[in-house]
């Protein structure tokens, strides 16, 4: 089975690219991202982690106020990164063993961390998705509770995408659907021919 990783920095796309694959090649996929969403749903102890160690005593679990905590406290960055990156590992561990049983030929998994987190070996093929500055910022400042100092401090943490680039097997240059589609068509031949 081919192991294809997805990654690319906050707002280049990545989800909308991921579900192209699938729609298109009907191809398994996995999220990190929406992993750790259904995380902070259904996890208990992640819920109590993170009321614990990293927010203020009376304030509400979301998304928002756990950014602007880790984004802002590198001490509690590290602690969340620690509790759930195990448990994110697990989940796509299981989701690609359960494919394997599936006999699926090739399955592509999501993660916004790939080079930073030295996930590449993990792979047998990378592919970066990045779009222009001007889009990503459009694009994250139409997110809820988003600011521009927040978009700011993710963006120090993410390797630049020229580094990210000379480290993937194809870029995905996420600008326009007609584009985006037949540089996947590409990829796929490419793979497939392998």
């Known amino acids: 089975m081919i192991k294809i990783g997805l990654t690319g920095s906050i707002a280049s796309g990545k989800s909308y690219v991921l579900n192209l694959f699938s729609d298109l090649y009907n191809i398994p996929i996995f999220s ?10 259904s996890n ?21 106020n756990i950014s602007e905590k880790v984004f ?17 590992k697990l989940a ?3 989701f690609i063993e359960q494919e394997k049983e599936n006999n699926s030929k090739i399955v ?4 916004p961390l790939l080079f930073e987190k030295n996930l590449e070996n993990d792979f047998d093929f990378i592919i970066l998705v990045k779009t222009s500055s001007d889009l990503q ?5 139409e997110r809820p509770n988003m600011t521009a100092e927040l978009f700011s401090k993710i963006k120090k943490k993410q390797l630049p995408n020229k580094q990210k680039e000379e480290r993937s097997h194809f870029v995905i240059d996420n600008i326009n659907r007609d584009d985006t589609i037949k540089t996947i068509d590409t990829i796929m031949k490419n793979i497939k021919m392998k």
């Not at 208990?44 to 928002?64: A, M, P, S």
């Not at 509690?76 to 994110?88: A, Y």
Request: charged letters at 50%; proline letters at 2%; hydrophobic letters at 35%.
């Open 72 to 88: 802002n406290n590198k001490e509690k960055l590290l602690k969340l990164e620690k509790f759930i990156h195990p448990l994110v």
């Open 44 to 64: 208990d102890q992640l819920k109590d982690f993170v009321k614990k160690h990293i927010l203020e005593k009376d304030e509400e679990l979301n998304k928002t």
């Open 32 to 41: 990190s991202d929406e992993c750790v969403k259904e995380l902070y749903k």
């Open 92 to 94: 796509r561990d299981r």
């Open 108 to 111: 592509i998994v999501e993660v």
């Open 137 to 141: 910022e459009k694009r994250v400042l």
